[in-house]
């Protein structure tokens, strides 16, 4: 499955922005699906992970509250829905996806080793 995120762009802090994942090749409706960031100069961060069904959704500390993942199968699309942004939410974001069928550990989400595709990133970048 490729997968291209998008929506990024220049906000300034307490502003919101909307990602979106557009997959193609394959139908996500059966594999779960997740948000990464790296920051300049900083290592990855896990965002959050969503399930193929959407029930179970995962968010790494740095999202909890501000930031809630959604998919529409129908679309073959995944979205973040990020508010209250603040200047250290600056990173390049990635949306990723297993290749198959299945639950997916939070331990494996959270380390990105559960996760076999990755997209290019899109840019957000937060002013003060």
């Known amino acids: 499955v490729q997968l291209q995120a998008s929506g990024g762009g220049l906000v300034q802090a307490g502003g919101s922005l909307r990602l979106s994942c557009a997959a193609s090749g394959r139908s996500v409706s059966s594999i779960n699906m997740g948000w990464f960031r790296r920051p300049p100069g900083k290592e990855r961060e896990f965002v959050g992970a969503?399930?193929?069904?959407?029930?179970?959704?995962t968010y790494g500390d740095l999202a909890k509250g501000r930031f809630a993942i959604s998919r529409d199968n129908a679309k073959n699309t995944m979205y973040l829905q990020m508010n209250s942004l603040k200047v250290e939410d600056t990173a390049l974001y990635y949306c990723v996806a297993t290749a198959s069928t299945g639950s997916l550990s939070t331990a494996s989400a959270m380390s990105g080793k559960g996760f076999d595709n990755w997209g290019q990133g899109t840019l957000v970048t937060v002013s003060s």
């Open positions: 969503i399930s193929w069904t959407g029930g179970r959704i």
